[in-house]
């Protein structure tokens, strides 16, 4: 009686796997059209208006004061303790731990590298960006400040603008980036917009930023993610050069040691079949590997090996022949 070998958790996940699509031949991939390129030029002004308005201390930085002056932290205590943990969703660390594991799971299904690198360009272009702004412009934050009603600018601060408003935007902005449908992508698109806005107000309820951080740090995340696109081309041929690498890798092989010149073949001679200790060693059944991550489909094993995984037991004996008489050992 045959019976169907179980499968491990291992070899379903392997069967999952080869059920799943491979790399998407047409990757939907965006591209700087005339609309994206007027909201670029748009947000860019706005990211120079706010920078003027606060440079000349105009009425924006007193609306900063009065804010400041309201203190929300004291007028609204009982969700302190929420926004508190609220905040922690534009933090740098944290934020970019849970896209990265999210954006790498879909790398891994879809055999394509597009998503992480798309997301380690928007982290690198977002802290050169936002970093010079604040080293150059040096502003201090409420907490800090010096004169009231002055803007605070190049007293040695880094809150202009706002680092959270501006990861918020961009990390989980990065998701709507990379939607595969148009209908995900607006919903990913409204979700990241609601975040990013609400982290940035819990900062100025915190009283960490002024409203102005905050509507700068809006501007800078956003012209990252729509500029990212003229950034496309380096993603994709980073991803070329990666898998180039990669493949160089897997078929190198070890090198066989060279057989002298001059020397004899080897002979194999095979053992006569009346041999005591070849007859009583049992032959064994095929061994089944499980097939490794990194193996192309066609080079996989089937899942389900023909034949049983038990090993042969040594008092088995095939039917209609006759068992041999085991050997007498003495006493």
């Given amino acids: 009686m045959r019976t169907e070998p179980k499968l491990t958790r291992l070899d379903r996940v392997f069967a999952r796997l080869d059920r799943e699509p491979e790399r998407p031949a047409h990757i939907d991939v965006p591209k700087m059209s005339r609309h994206r390129i ?38 609204w205590s009982e969700i302190h303790w929420f926004v508190d943990y609220y ?15 999210w954006l790498g799971w879909r790398s891994w299904r879809q055999h394509t590298l597009r998503p992480m690198l ?30 009231i009603g002055s803007n605070e600018m190049w007293l040695g601060g880094d809150i202009f603008p706002s680092g959270h408003t501006a990861n918020a935007v961009v990390t989980w902005g990065i998701l709507a980036y990379l939607a595969s449908s148009a209908r995900a992508q607006r919903w990913l698109s ?52 990666i898998f180039d690498v990669r ?19 080897a002979v194999v001679t095979p053992l006569p079949a ?12 095929p061994v089944y590997l499980a097939p490794g991550p990194h193996t192309s489909r066609s ?13 042969p037991h040594p008092e088995r004996h095939p039917r209609g022949s006759t068992p041999s008489a085991r050997p007498l050992t003495g006493g």
């Fill in 247 to 265: 493949d160089r890798l897997r078929v190198r092989r070890p090198h066989t040691p060279a057989v002298p010149a001059g020397a004899p073949p």
């Fill in 38 to 75: 007027v909201l670029f030029a748009a947000t860019l002004a706005f990211y120079g208006a706010i920078v003027w308005a606060v440079v000349i201390t105009s009425w924006l930085v007193r609306l900063d004061w009065q804010v400041m002056f309201f203190r929300p932290y004291q007028q």
């Fill in 118 to 147: 798309a997301l380690g360009v928007s982290l690198l272009l977002l802290n050169i960006t936002v970093g010079a702004a604040k080293y150059g412009m040096g502003r201090l934050g409420p907490h800090y400040a010096t004169s």
């Fill in 299 to 311: 080079e996989r094993s089937p899942i389900t090996p023909a034949g049983s995984r038990r090993p």
């Fill in 87 to 101: 905040v922690v969703l534009g933090q740098r660390g944290p934020t970019a731990v849970m896209v990265a594991a």
């Fill in 190 to 241: 409204a979700v990241s917009a609601v975040t990013s806005l609400g982290v940035g107000l819990a900062t100025v309820y915190l009283g960490t930023h002024w409203l102005s951080d905050v509507l700068l740090g809006w501007a800078a995340g956003l012209l990252i993610l729509l500029g990212l696109p003229w950034f496309e081309p380096l993603i994709a041929r980073a991803e070329a050069t």
């Fill in 274 to 285: 009346d041999r005591d200790d070849v007859a009583a060693c049992p032959s064994r059944a």
